[in-house]
């Protein structure tokens, strides 16, 4: 399976943005496949902070975007979105979109896109 990623951008603080990232491929079943954001801040490890899993309800995410982001799913479109509420400077890296198969696998990975929250 193939990611890319969208809607990245500069916002100020406070502001928001909807990431997006669409899943293609030769042969798969996009229901199949856990999805989760991460993000790399600069001079940073890459940081899981929001999951889907195949059903669509079940999400989670790590404590600093809780209340904040919102990751879900469209698996009519073959998409994820999360989006972000609330930026502060803190959010700014570049983020990643991932597909995993419930039933494990090598996951993939997109190229990324940048968030930059300044003033």
């Known amino acids: 399976v193939q990611l890319v990623e969208s809607g990245g951008g500069l916002v100020q603080p406070g502001g928001s943005l909807r990431l997006s990232c669409a899943a293609s491929?030769?042969?798969?079943?996009?229901?199949?496949?856990?999805l989760s954001w991460y993000r790399q801040a600069a001079g940073k490890g890459r940081e899981l902070i929001a999951h889907i899993g195949t059903a669509e309800d079940a999400t989670n995410y790590e404590d600093s975007v809780k209340g904040r982001f919102t990751i879900s799913r469209d698996n009519t479109k073959n998409m994820v979105y999360l989006q972000m509420n609330s930026l502060n400077p803190e959010d700014t890296a570049v983020y990643y979109c991932n597909a995993v198969l419930l039933m494990g696998g090598v996951p993939a990975w997109g190229q990324g896109t940048q968030v930059t929250v300044s003033s």
């Open positions: 491929g030769s042969t798969f079943t996009f229901s199949n496949y856990v």
